[in-house]
């Protein structure tokens, strides 16, 4: 699976010197994805497609989220439910265990599996930065935004995300 890094860019400009840096330390063009506001004209770079200006990552991570709080209450009504109606103590046992079990995968979820959604950079974008985006292996991150720092220091980090290749983001 490969990470997503997200770098904010002041123009064009510089956004084109970033992707000409990238290709040569390996990132191809085709893992590059450039997003601007409305009226920024991104000429020769490669665009985000649909998809990826859409965030369908985040918003699959929403509904799974949703989800998961859903049976949670769904389990404690239950849970409720059954001890009002006074039933035997181990029926109790399998709503409390299917809340245990959402608990558990809620809290891995949200520390173990970071993520950065498009709507954190809906302001830049506004005021006419350019949000480039490479997705590149877990291994190469370090390396990736060293060399980011290190050549272009215009370029303020966004953050890292996955990135899902099953998703065609």
């Given at each position: 699976?490969?990470?997503?890094?997200?770098?904010?860019?002041?123009?064009?400009?510089?956004?084109?010197?970033?992707?000409?840096?990238?290709?040569?330390?390996?990132?191809?063009?085709?893992?590059i994805h450039v997003m601007a506001g409305p009226g920024i004209d991104?000429?020769?770079?490669?665009?985000?497609?649909?998809?990826?200006?859409?965030?369908?990552?985040?918003?699959?991570?929403?509904?799974?989220?949703?989800?998961?709080?859903?049976?949670?209450?769904?389990?404690?009504?239950?849970?409720?439910?059954?001890?009002?109606?006074?039933?035997?103590?181990?029926?109790?046992?399998?709503?409390?265990?299917?809340?245990?079990?959402?608990?558990?995968?809620?809290?891995?979820?949200?520390?173990?599996?970071?993520?950065?959604?498009?709507?954190?950079?809906?302001?830049?974008?506004?005021?006419?930065?350019?949000?480039?985006?490479?997705?590149?292996?877990?291994?190469?991150?370090?390396?990736i935004e060293s060399l980011v720092h290190r050549h272009h220091p215009a370029?303020?980090?966004?953050?890292?995300?996955?990135?899902?290749?099953?998703?065609?983001?």
């Open positions: 699976m490969k990470r997503r890094l997200y770098f904010l860019l002041p123009d064009v400009g510089h956004a084109r010197e970033l992707i000409g840096e990238l290709g040569m330390n390996g990132v191809l063009t085709g893992q991104l000429e020769d770079l490669p665009r985000a497609s649909g998809p990826q200006q859409r965030d369908v990552g985040g918003r699959l991570e929403t509904w799974l989220w949703d989800g998961n709080l859903a049976v949670f209450c769904i389990a404690l009504l239950a849970l409720l439910l059954l001890a009002y109606l006074q039933v035997a103590w181990y029926w109790l046992l399998l709503p409390a265990a299917v809340m245990l079990l959402t608990f558990v995968l809620g809290e891995e979820f949200t520390r173990r599996i970071p993520n950065v959604h498009l709507s954190e950079f809906r302001d830049a974008l506004r005021h006419e930065e350019v949000l480039l985006m490479a997705d590149v292996p877990a291994g190469a991150v370090a390396q370029a303020v980090t966004g953050g890292v995300g996955w990135h899902v290749d099953a998703l065609h983001t």
